[in-house]
C-alpha cells in the first residue's frame, strides 16, 4: 500500500518520502492494472501536456516527449516503451471528459483523463442558473468524477444564503461551497478535495472566477483571468493548452480550455444519477413511453400534484433528456426515429379514416 506521508510529514520541504509516482496521481487503481515486473520494464507515466506534435509525459526520473495519438488526452496513465514509445499502453481510466466532435459521426473527443474531482463554477449573479449547473452536474457524473458546487463572488452579493440554499437543493451528493475565489482562504475551502495524488478540474462560463480559483490552487499567476483575457476581442490569440499542473501540495490541476466548451451528449448515465428518484417514478408509470403529459396511471404527474416532486425540477429534467437524445443520435438513427413515428402517424389516420 502507498502512504500518504503528507499526513505525517506535511507538505511543503519535507517531500522526499513521498513516491514519486504518487505525486504525480498513480492510485491503486492504475497499480491494479500492472505489476512490479511490468512497471520495470514500461514505466508508468503521465500524460502533462497534449500538443499536436505529441504528448508531453512525466514519470519516476522521466520526462518525455511521445508521438501524439488520438485515443491519449491529458490526465492519462501510459506503460512507457522504449523501443516503440507509440505502443505504449494506455491503462483503463478512473474517469474520462469527452466532447463530441463536430459532424454528424459520433467520433468525439478527449478533454482530459482521471479527474477525481470536478468543481463546477458558477456566481453568485446571474450566472446562477440551476438548469445550466445540472447540465454540468450531469456531465461530471458520465465522466466518472465526483462534481462539487463552487458559488464564486460571493462577496458581491447580498443573496448569497439564497444562491447557497438553492443550490444545495438540487442534489445531496453534490457539495456546495461558497467563496470569494480571489482570497488564499479559497485553497482552504477547497482543501478537503485536493491533496496528495488527487487530480481536479475547473468547469463554468466564461468569467465565473476559474481561473482564479486555479492560480489561486497552483500560488502563481500561472493563467490568465478575465482581466487580462479581454485583449482577445483585438485579435490576440491565447495559446490552447491542455495540461496538468500541479500545487505545491502535490494534487494535479486540469487547465484546458475544451471542458469549457463541453455539451451534454452521450450523458444518459450522469442523468440518472442526478435524477434518480423522478427515473425511478417513471418506472411505476402505467405506460412504459408515458411521456408524463396527459397518459392516465403517470406516476411522475401524480407525484407532482401530491407536492412530493418540484415541478420545473422535473420540466428541466424532461427537457434535459430530450437534449441528451437529441445529441447522442447519430442522424442515421434520427432518421430511423423518425420514419418509425412518420409511419406511426400515418398508421393512426388510416385506421381512424376505416372506421
Ligand atoms: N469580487 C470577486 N471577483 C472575482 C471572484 N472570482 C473571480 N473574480 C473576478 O472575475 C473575473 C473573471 O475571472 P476569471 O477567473 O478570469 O474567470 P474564468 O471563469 O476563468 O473565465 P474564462 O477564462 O473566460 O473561462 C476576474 O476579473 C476575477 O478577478 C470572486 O469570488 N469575487
Ligand atoms: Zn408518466
Redesign the pocket.
Known amino acids: 500500500m502507498t502512504r500518504d506521508y503528507s499526513l505525517i510529514f506535511g507538505s511543503g520541504s519535507q517531500r522526499f518520502d513521498v513516491p514519486p509516482l504518487t505525486r504525480l496521481g498513480w492510485q491503486t487503481v492504475f497499480a491494479r492494472q500492472t505489476d512490479a515486473d511490468e512497471m520495470v520494464a514500461f514505466p508508468p507515466v503521465r500524460v502533462l501536456e497534449v500538443h499536436r506534435s505529441g504528448l508531453i509525459v512525466r514519470g519516476e526520473d522521466l520526462d518525455e516527449t511521445l508521438p501524439p495519438r488520438a485515443d491519449v488526452t491529458v490526465g492519462d496513465w501510459l506503460l512507457f516503451d522504449r523501443e516503440r514509445p507509440s505502443d505504449s499502453r494506455l491503462l483503463d481510466r478512473k474517469s474520462l471528459f469527452r466532447r463530441r466532435a463536430a459532424g454528424h459521426d459520433r467520433q468525439s473527443q478527449l478533454i482530459a483523463a482521471n479527474v477525481d474531482t470536478v468543481f463546477v463554477?458558477t456566481?453568485c449573479n446571474r450566472d446562477f442558473n440551476v438548469a445550466r449547473l445540472e447540465r454540468y452536474l450531469a456531465l461530471a457524473f458520465e465522466a466518472g468524477s465526483d462534481p462539487v458546487i463552487v458559488l464564486?463572488?460571493?462577496?458581491?452579493s447580498e443573496e448569497q444564503d439564497r444562491f447557497e440554499r438553492e443550490a444545495q437543493a438540487i442534489s445531496d451528493k453534490v457539495p456546495v461551497l461558497t467563496?470569494?475565489?480571489?482570497t488564499p482562504a479559497v485553497r482552504e475551502a477547497l482543501k478537503p478535495w485536493l491533496g496528495l495524488g488527487r487530480t481536479v478540474a475547473f468547469l463554468?462560463t466564461?468569467?465565473?472566477?476559474?481561473?482564479?480559483?486555479v492560480n489561486a490552487l497552483l500560488g502563481e499567476d500561472k493563467v490568465e483571468?478575465?482581466?487580462v483575457?479581454e485583449d482577445d476581442s483585438r485579435g490576440r490569440h491565447t495559446t490552447t493548452r491542455r495540461q496538468l499542473l500541479f500545487t505545491e501540495e502535490g494534487s494535479g490541476v486540469v487547465d484546458t480550455p475544451g471542458m469549457?466548451e463541453l455539451q451534454l451528449s452521450d450523458v444518459g448515465a450522469g442523468l440518472s444519477e442526478l435524477f434518480g428518484d423522478i427515473e425511478d417514478l417513471a418506472t411505476q408509470c402505467k405506460f412504459r413511453d408515458c411521456a408524463h403529459e396527459t397518459e392516465p396511471g403517470c406516476a411522475v404527474r401524480a407525484a407532482m400534484e401530491a407536492g412530493v416532486l418540484d415541478e420545473p425540477r422535473m420540466a428541466r429534467w424532461k427537457k434535459l433528456v430530450a437534449e441528451d437524445r437529441h445529441n447522442t443520435e447519430s442522424l442515421a438513427e434520427r432518421h430511423a426515429r423518425e420514419r418509425k413515428f412518420g409511419k406511426l402517424v400515418k398508421e393512426v389516420v388510416k385506421d381512424k379514416r376505416s372506421k
Open positions: 463554477v456566481s464564486t463572488k460571493a462577496d458581491l467563496v470569494d475565489a480571489r463554468g466564461s468569467g465565473v472566477g476559474k481561473s482564479t480559483l483571468t478575465g482581466a483575457r469549457r
